[in-house]
């Protein structure tokens, strides 16, 4: 199991050969077969409007119920897939992109947000929404948070300090 999550009143989960759900009687097993975009999972979400999402290792899938959509690098995401999915409260998808940055996904397109755009590193793992709508952005060098209009409010690069001689 990589990943577990409580969405539509089931249960899913992700493993390295797809996704499984549970409705408290019956599992049901989905792989890149049905349209997974990889059958290796990282991380489910639900959105607000119960729309599943997966990441995995070549990029982003969403699950409306019926109809899977996969985001990869045909869509623009850089190779390496997606770490972790957050929703917005305007209600965009933010993908956190292991090697090219986060990602917005809103009315079918792409967004890249970058060092350029004031991101502390492109090695984004991790994705936070405060409730007054910050968004913060983990990566390989810190922490950067955005405010929801995704301007760059403040870094952080050293969470802790190791005592010598580390």
Known sequence: ITAIASANNKIWIGTDFGAAVYDGS??????????????????????????IWFSDFKGATKYDGTTFTTIGTTQGL????????????????????????????????????????????????????AKNGDIWVG???GVTILDDNYDSLATQTKMYLMPPPD
């Open 26 to 51: 019956a599992w049901v097993k989905y792989t890149t077969a049905d349209g997974l975009g990889s059958n290796r999972i990282k991380h489910i979400f639900e959105s607000k409007n119960g729309d």
């Open 78 to 129: 850089p190779f390496g897939g997606v770490q972790d999915i957050k929703e917005t409260q305007n209600g965009d998808i933010l993908l956190a992109s292991g090697l090219g940055g986060m990602f917005v996904y809103s009315a079918d397109t792409l967004r890249a947000y970058t060092k350029t755009e004031g991101l502390v590193s492109n090695s984004t793992t991790a994705l936070a929404i």
């Open 139 to 141: 990566t390989g060098d």
